[in-house]
């Protein structure tokens, strides 16, 4: 048997080095998250749980996504990357934290068919949970120790005799996931104090900013953009540098070795983080990005027969006032204005706390302060203003609606899906893909437009030609910048 695991491991990581060198990144890294890894080991891991140690499997998934994205991950990265893309990792789920809850899950199940396929006479003999070494051993593995309430559950099982409906496996291992998060969290603001760097208010600002970024990252839709979607367009997808800033700002990683000039302003300071990149209202990025955004709003907008008005005077009192977006949907004219804000901006941090509190904090905290009271006046002093409504469409550079934004595009994209003869959930999910496409591209874009970049000639490993490129300098690996011929 421990040969056998042993030669499928040699097979799941020959797979991720064939993987890890194909010419577009961010492909390279859906297929690491789908078809290697921990879903390639994951039968393994219910048939021989903690006897074999998969740690081996972990660190060729790390070793690849290195490898993909020029990313050399620390501890702390590593283990956000690590937990579920709903939590504000990377979905790269750990082989070793998991194998011992596989095994013991595989078991459960297992017993609750042994009615079906043996015969009374050989069933009580045949339930023998307790002599089972290996499942012992999983019961036993030091890895779950630190999990109290898993060990609860599973012991609750094993009197019950309840296997969950055969979801064992999927329900401990949310509970482990959320403990580890919650375990994270305190020892990265902890490092941050032990570090001596930061003191005081900027200690604590540091600290407040590090829950915003992975709550926000843990919003929904927030995430859409890191593995694609299979009924959105083909060029929806990142070029290896675009997608080596998004997978650093998201884990919190540095996006250059030193700080330098801004090249978007000229004046600032573009810091490793990329924060004053973001805050950067120079350059045009930023309204490129909004209008990518509102183009991709009207245009499932007009998909779903709404017939969308872009920055037209709708207002009878004022014509200086331009909505983004307009149309009148069940006798009520809507009126959209689209606006992306930074939550870790250090000008205001309100906006951290706000965001560090729930996710989408930062977008519900900027559309209430600036954009609500924009329109309230204005429609205020139309004949009708029960007629009016206005919905700020707020987004954070993490990809974090508003509430009020996500009820709105949901409504739109079931327009849209009424007129398509598809179901709604397929809409809303090719809707938010796209949308938060232009939130990671766009942001990512700003960073490296902001100074870590330098234009160069270079030739893109899939182009097959010379083409004009930018290129970033990150640790481990020299990434293209966007608008390059790619590989098909």
């Known amino acids: 048997m421990r040969a056998f695991v042993e030669e499928a491991a040699k097979s799941a990581e020959r797979k991720m080095r064939m993987i890890a060198s194909l010419p577009d990144a961010h492909v ?25 140690d998969f740690a081996c499997i972990d660190q060729a998934t790390q070793s690849c996504l290195a490898t993909i994205t020029g990313i050399e991950t620390d501890a702390s990265a590593w283990a956000l990357a690590s937990l579920p893309v709903r939590l504000g990792g990377l979905g790269l789920h750990s082989c070793a934290d998991t194998a011992a809850i596989a095994h013991i899950a595989a078991t459960f199940d297992g017993e609750a068919c042994l009615p079906s396929l043996v015969t009374p ?24 120790a630190p999990f109290e309430s898993v060990l609860e559950k599973i012991q609750n099982v094993l009197q019950a005799r309840d296997n969950y409906g055969g979801r064992g496996q999927k329900v401990w291992s949310a509970t482990v996931h959320d403990e580890r998060r919650k375990a994270l969290l305190i020892s990265m603001t902890e490092e941050l104090g032990r570090s001596g760097r930061l003191q005081g208010s900027a200690l604590a600002l540091k600290q407040v900013q590090v829950r915003a970024r992975i709550q926000s990252c843990s919003a929904q839709h927030a995430s859409a953009w890191l593995y694609g979607n299979a009924e959105a367009d083909p060029r929806l997808w990142l070029s290896p540098a675009e997608l080596a800033v998004a997978i650093r700002l998201r ?28 805050s950067c209202f120079s350059g045009g990025r930023r309204t490129r990005m909004h209008n990518a955004l509102r183009d991709v709003i009207a245009d499932f907008a007009r998909r779903g027969l709404l017939a969308p008005a872009v920055e037209r005077p709708v207002f009878s009192n004022t014509e200086r006032k331009r909505p983004d977006i307009s149309y009148v949907r069940d006798g009520t004219t809507v009126v959209l204005d689209v606006a992306v804000t930074f939550p870790l901006q250090p000008s205001n941090p309100q906006y951290a706390k706000r965001a560090a509190e729930k996710p989408g904090g930062a977008a519900t905290a900027y559309a209430t302060a600036v954009k609500e009271g924009k329109y309230r006046g204005i429609i205020d002093n139309e004949p009708n203003p029960r007629e009016w409504l206005a919905v700020p469409l707020v987004v954070d550079t993490f990809g974090a609606w508003c509430p009020g934004a996500l009820t709105e595009l949901r409504q739109i994209a079931r327009k849209s899906a009424l007129r398509e003869d598809r179901t709604a959930s397929a809409a809303c999910q090719d809707f938010f893909h796209q949308l938060s496409f232009q939130v990671a591209q766009g942001v990512a874009r700003i960073v490296i437009s902001s100074g870590g970049a330098r234009p160069d000639e270079a030739v893109h490993p899939g182009a097959g030609g010379s083409v004009t490129a930018s290129r970033v300098f990150l640790p481990g690996r020299t990434c293209l910048l966007a608008g390059q011929p790619r590989s098909q």
């Open 121 to 144: 006479y050989v069933l009580p003999h045949a339930m023998l949970l307790d002599e089972d070494d290996t499942f012992l051993a999983s019961l036993e593995d030091p890895r779950l």
């Open 251 to 278: 884990l919190g990683l540095p996006i250059a070795p030193m700080p330098s000039i801004c090249r978007l302003c000229g004046t600032g300071s573009a810091d490793v983080d990329g924060v004053h990149a973001r």
């Open 28 to 52: 390279a890294l859906t297929l690491l998250k789908f078809c290697a890894g921990f879903v390639s080991v994951v039968h393994l891991m219910r048939a021989v749980g903690a006897v074999f």
